[in-house]
């Protein structure tokens, strides 16, 4: 049982993350996508990860609909390097300041 357990934990570090828009999140170097989801009502504009994502550096998250979360998944870029990516977001409080640290 505690082979199972470990080999869990080795998947969910190699995991590529799902981030709320307005928090951020941290991504391994094994990582190759980012997905941001939105639980608001409204889409949400994310600006700020051109650098750092295949969407560019401002695109938007649709809104949650129906019960689902609205989401987008982005590809990291292969010029991506190691370091934290601040970015803003349309829809979350100025005081947020949510980041990616890319590691």
């Known amino acids: 049982m ?10 969910a570090m190699t995991a590529n993350p799902t981030v709320d828009l307005c928090a951020g999140g941290t991504a391994s170097a094994g ?19 051109g650098s750092l994502l295949s969407c560019g550096n401002s695109f938007s998250v649709p809104a949650k609909a129906n019960g689902v979360n609205g989401s987008i998944t982005c590809s990291i ?6 370091g ?6 349309s829809c979350c409080d100025d005081q947020t300041n949510p980041s990616i640290v890319y590691q």
């Open 31 to 49: 990582s190759t996508t980012i997905t941001f989801t939105n639980h608001r009502p409204n889409a949400c504009t994310i600006t700020g990860l």
């Open 77 to 82: 870029l292969p010029t991506a390097t190691a």
């Open 84 to 89: 934290t990516y601040p970015y803003q977001s």
């Open 2 to 11: 505690t082979k199972h357990r470990a080999h869990k934990e080795h998947r």
